[in-house]
């Protein structure tokens, strides 16, 4: 019999892996094993996990109330990090479905949240997801200054965040700004 850390961990090589329904098979049980031993943490992070991958299947509604139960979970027991980082994924959830501005509203207060805890890193990436949907969405100039906002934030850059930053940085000197 496996444990539920086992159970966890194998539902993460097997999403991974893109064996998505097998994924989900072995987080159901390991959420279960979590439920069974008292660990409400862990069950809201089984949520959470099962939130990615039905939203990687494309079943949105059973992705929204995995994160919904997720984020219920981390909100009672007082752990606004977790919180905030599934609140971030029903922000890319609602913009991958198309329902913008409901998206921007999960992203800002996921980066508020983030931003009072001092998760710089979480804040930044966060602030990047916001400004690129702002920008898609035609809100130009505050998705390029969330944007920027959210490189600036981020300690350890991509190679493209890198040059987006060195090139907003070139834009500072020259401007004046």
Not at 28 to 44: H, L, M, N, P
Not at 64 to 83: N, T, V, Y
Not at 161 to 173: E, F, G
């Amino acid at each position: 019999m496996s444990t539920p850390e086992e159970l966890r961990d194998n539902g993460l090589r097997l999403f991974e892996s893109g064996r998505l329904d097998e994924a989900v098979k072995a987080f159901e049980q390991a959420r279960a094993a979590f439920e069974a031993r008292g660990d409400r943490a862990s069950v809201g992070e089984m949520l959470n996990n099962l939130g990615v991958a039905y939203r990687s299947m494309g079943r949105l509604e059973e992705a929204i109330r995995s994160f919904e139960d997720a984020r219920r979970i981390f909100g009672d027991l007082g752990d606004r990090k977790r919180e905030a980082q599934v609140i971030g994924n029903l922000g890319g959830l609602y913009a991958k479905i198309g329902q913008i501005e409901q998206a921007m509203t999960h992203y800002r207060s996921a980066a508020d949240i983030l931003k009072a805890l001092g998760e710089e890193e979480l804040y930044g990436q966060t602030l990047l997801a916001l400004g690129e949907l702002q920008f898609k969405a035609g809100q130009r100039q505050a998705g390029m200054a969330t944007y920027e906002a959210g490189i600036q934030a981020i300690k350890k850059p991509t190679m493209r965040q890198r040059l987006i930053k060195t090139l907003l940085n070139w834009r500072k000197r020259l401007t004046g700004a």
